[in-house]
């Protein structure tokens, strides 16, 4: 039985919009500390003097992005507050105006993945460090958006509903063959094959999820039912009953989506089921210096699809679509606990990454933060099934909140 994380997870993360700047207090090595704005400070900065402190609120966003990353100042408490409070309500309203000129130049990359940058890609970001992930994450490692049934919800509860929610949704049963592609470290082959008696496998591009999977289901007794395979998904055979991919379209680019689908519906039987979690850009909301940042330091051959355009790839590959959910409420949660974990396991994380990591990762999960909070980025359950005019394969909804 999974038991709580070891480490402490400051709650309650309440998922809220700011509508007026939160007060803060500003304390400074040598000139004391001072509190800037009304109601219950929700953060504090530190910086070595109030001169300093003075300069710091005049530069631009590249400026400040940078100090913080090289730890010039500090911030203990809500970061995602701090940053849309810090740069001033309508400009921190992307991810984050922080981010958004820490590299001046905009060229945000076109990426065509083959076989080999996409290897590439996945573990410049999964291949750091077991550890470190361990540190912020949930009991099982479970690196996507949580599914919270209310917002003071631990991160190891919202984790497993979400893996439960996947599991209902595609109405897994004894005996089915199940493929996770981009399974991570195993959390959803374990549950699908532990608790709905499935036949799991699961496919990574990153060495060290691999390993980590292989020993959980080893260690779960899983192994006779359930594999992974350290390939990409373009290059399994077989066919699947149902098949789930959750977190993983965001590294495929838009150039490749038809192929993407083409690939999942060439693996999934005629009657099956598929699954897609995944982060998407909403309508009107442009690429911009964020994005770059994020391909460059964070997620390299990363791409947010439109959901309109993913869903026209997806019929275009033959598939139908049976149900949509929006969690972008629940994601916002998710990146609030990770900071909040971040924060609260600093010395433990910088024992397995370098600080400038750690600050890109505390800097990236805050902004995400505040992205999902105030609708700049969606994350969407899209199940789809083959399309099959004489077959009716649901008439309501019913079975996917079955306990």
């Known amino acids: 039985m999974f038991t709580e994380s070891p480490v402490v997870v400051p709650q309650p993360f309440a998922y809220r919009s700011l509508t007026r700047p939160p007060g803060y207090v500003v304390e400074t090595q040598s000139d004391g500390s001072f509190t800037v704005g009304d109601g219950e400070p929700s953060f504090v900065v530190r910086v070595p003097t109030k001169a300093y402190w003075q300069q710091l609120v005049r530069f631009d966003a590249y400026r400040a992005g940078v100090e913080f990353i090289r730890g010039s100042f500090d911030v203990e408490g809500d970061l995602p507050a701090a940053i849309e409070t810090w740069v001033g309500l309508g400009r921190a309203a992307t991810l984050p105006y922080l981010l958004r000129s820490l590299l001046p130049r905009l060229r945000v990359?076109?990426?065509?993945?083959?076989?080999?940058?996409?290897?590439?890609?996945?573990?410049?970001?999964?291949?750091?460090?077991?550890?470190?992930?361990?540190?912020?994450?949930?009991?099982?490692?479970?690196?996507?958006?949580?599914?919270?049934?209310?917002?003071?919800?631990?991160?190891?509860?919202?984790?497993?509903?979400?893996?439960d929610h996947i599991c209902r949704?595609?109405?897994?049963?004894?005996?089915?063959?199940f493929l996770d592609i981009g399974c991570g470290w195993g959390a959803l082959v374990a549950r699908a094959a532990e608790r709905y008696g499935v036949e799991a496998t699961g496919c990574t591009l990153s060495m060290a999820q691999y390993k980590g999977a292989t020993e959980l289901l080893a260690d779960r007794r899983l192994d006779s039912r359930a594999h992974i395979e350290p390939r990409d998904?373009?290059?399994?055979?077989?066919?699947?009953?149902?098949?789930?991919?959750?977190?993983?379209?965001?590294?495929?680019?838009?150039?490749?989506?038809?192929?993407?689908f083409r690939t999942v519906a060439a693996r999934l039987d005629d009657s099956g089921l598929f699954l897609n979690h995944g982060i998407v850009r909403p309508a009107?909301?442009?690429?911009?210096?964020?994005?770059?940042?994020?391909?460059?330091?964070?997620?390299?051959?990363?791409?947010?699809?439109?959901?309109?355009?993913?869903?026209?790839?997806?019929?275009?590959?033959g598939f139908e679509v049976l149900d949509v959910e929006n969690l972008r409420p629940h994601?916002?949660?998710?990146?609030?606990?990770?900071?909040?974990?971040?924060?609260?396991?600093?010395?433990?994380c910088l024992a397995t990454v370098d600080e400038a990591t750690y600050r890109t990762w505390l800097l990236y999960l805050a902004g995400s933060a505040i992205n999902f909070t105030r609708g700049l980025s969606d994350v969407y359950q899209v199940l789809l099934a083959k399309r099959s005019p004489a077959q009716v394969r649901y008439l309501t909804r019913r079975y996917q909140y079955r306990e």
């Open 331 to 348: 994601y916002a949660l998710t990146c609030r606990a990770w900071v909040a974990r971040l924060q609260a396991n600093r010395a433990a």
């Open 169 to 177: 949704k595609l109405d897994l049963r004894p005996g089915d063959a």
């Open 233 to 260: 998904y373009r290059d399994l055979t077989g066919r699947f009953d149902k098949i789930a991919s959750v977190g993983m379209i965001e590294h495929v680019g838009r150039a490749r989506l038809g192929e993407y």
């Open 109 to 163: 990359e076109r990426w065509i993945q083959s076989r080999r940058t996409a290897r590439r890609n996945i573990e410049f970001h999964y291949d750091r460090s077991n550890d470190f992930y361990r540190l912020f994450l949930d009991a099982r490692l479970v690196y996507s958006c949580a599914y919270f049934d209310t917002p003071d919800a631990t991160t190891d509860d919202a984790q497993a509903a979400k893996l």
């Open 284 to 317: 009107g909301v442009r690429e911009d210096a964020a994005t770059y940042f994020l391909q460059r330091r964070v997620f390299p051959g990363s791409e947010l699809p439109h959901l309109s355009h993913m869903l026209d790839m997806a019929a275009a590959a």
